[in-house]
């Protein structure tokens, strides 16, 4: 049976806590580093408001942040890493239908990594901007 035509490029990033507790879906394109998260909003993922929770939104960008970071060190074996520090700015209210996390590497060395995230609504409109340094762990 063939492979879809995006088997070898894309990579699926299942991680069996956080990820299914949460229900976001990870991909990471392996020839260009570039990772996309993405979370079809449910009433769980709102505050008492009706709007994504920042918990949430720290979350998304965490994991895309940390994914891009992890190829930036290693695209074949995708390294272990830890997350320094990670800033975000709230700029943007997501109330319903599916949001996407996108990140670029901005640079490091050997061990850190810089990273840069965003969180967009279906609509494109951003709802949340971040940056991020990430520690590649040795085992």
Same mark, same amino acid.
């Given at each position: 049976m063939p492979s879809a035509p995006d088997a070898d490029v @894309?990579?699926? @990033?299942?991680?069996?806590g956080c990820q299914q507790m949460v229900g976001y879906k990870t991909r990471l394109d392996r020839d260009t580093g570039e990772c996309t998260v993405t979370l079809d909003l449910e009433p769980r993922h709102l505050n008492r408001h009706g709007i994504l929770h920042g918990g949430m939104v720290a979350t998304l960008l965490?994991?895309?942040? !940390?994914?891009?970071?992890?190829? $930036?060190f290693d695209p074949v074996d995708h390294a272990k890493l830890v997350t320094v520090s990670l800033n975000i700015? $709230?700029? !943007?209210? !997501?109330r319903a239908g599916?949001?996407?996390?996108?990140?670029k590497s901005a640079g490091g060395g050997k061990s850190i990594a810089y990273v840069n995230g965003e969180l967009r609504d279906a609509e494109g409109q951003m709802l949340?901007?971040?940056?991020? @340094?990430f520690k590649r762990i040795r085992a």
């Open positions: @894309i990579r699926r @990033i299942e991680d069996p965490d994991v895309v942040c !940390g994914n891009t970071a992890s190829h $930036y700015n $709230y700029v !943007g209210a !997501g599916r949001v996407t996390a996108t990140a949340a901007t971040a940056s991020g @340094i």
